[in-house]
């Protein structure tokens, strides 16, 4: 049954509803995926996810907020939900950026959000632990970003189906995803690049969601009928020794590879692949270039 936003706790988060509801069925694709985000994972390593989303956030952020400064509809959006909020730094970090607006988080893992609650108890942000899919108010938001979520959605259908009821008919969706093809380090970090290779193998031969994003058509296949995709941009963070913030970047490396460990997708030789990452941090002349990709939604009828 669906869970009313209005009955929660945060009840006020109904302070940005808007009425035209606009309902949408899909009929459910279940592809095999791969993911480590079932809520038990996240759950049980909520710490290496926490780390590893604050320094996503504490890197990449300047240059995402660029694109969104400049999207259209951006400077007009009053309420803006983060679906896979997290542990709540990015929204945090949008909130403060662009305080005008008002900020709802929803995610699935309870740690998450409890950390969320606890590190950003302030009045513009409500956080959920909720899956979108059992909300029922409509039309309530003018703007979703999914940050580092639709590569792991399990049933992006049904997910984008419910999406489009949460939000306003003439608002949009913001998909960032890592384009980790489009990435490049300087000296080039081989070990690291043969795992990403690697990992990316298994997710297409598994026809995950992962594997879907990397396309124009995977794209439309994950998000049905209900939206068009807008606009394709590319968001490049890149960090070079002079002046890095050589902790973050390796919080970030080091992030990634404790998920692809604990995922236990891949057997490697996890310890000479830290190995060249700190030796990697240590040399000289390093450079690192992190790509991301920017979608933006907008309803298809609109
Ligand atoms: C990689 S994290 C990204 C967190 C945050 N967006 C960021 O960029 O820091 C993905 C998050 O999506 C959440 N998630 C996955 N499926 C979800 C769903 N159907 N509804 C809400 N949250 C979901 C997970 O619990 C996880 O916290």
Partial sequence: MATSIASSPD??????????????DHSSLVPQTISVMSNSFVDHRSTIWNDLLSS??????????????????????????????????????????????SYVGFDTSDKLVSIARQKFDQDDIIFHCMDIQDASPHSLFDCAILRFV????????????????????????????????????????KNFN?????????????????????D????????????????????????????????????????????????QYLAWDYSSLRMEIEDWLNSSGQQIDIALNATTLRAANH
């Fill in 11 to 24: 009840a006020h988060a109904l302070s940005v509803v808007k009425s035209g509801a606009d309902i949408h």
């Fill in 56 to 101: 996503q956030v504490a890197l990449f952020a300047e240059a995402e907020f660029q694109h969104l400064e400049n999207l259209p509809g951006w400077k007009e959006a009053h309420s803006v939900a983060d679906i896979g909020c997290g542990n709540g730094d990015y929204i945090a970090h949008v909130a403060n950026t662009f305080p005008e607006k």
């Fill in 216 to 263: 124009h058509n995977g794209l439309h296949q994950l998000i049905g009928n209900s939206w068009q995709i807008s606009n394709v941009e590319q968001i490049h963070s890149t960090h070079c020794r002079e002046g890095w913030n050589k902790t973050g970047v390796a919080q970030i490396l080091n992030g990634w590879v404790n998920i692809i460990e604990a995922s």
């Fill in 150 to 189: 639709v590569q792991h959605l399990q049933n992006p259908l049904d997910f984008f189906g419910s999406l489009r009821k949460l939000i306003h008919p003439n608002g949009f969706v913001v998909i960032i995803e890592p384009n980790l093809e489009a990435s490049s380090s300087t000296p080039e970090l």
């Fill in 194 to 214: 043969a795992l990403i290779k690697a990992y990316e193998a298994l997710a297409k031969n598994l026809g995950s969601t992962r594997a879907k994003l990397k």
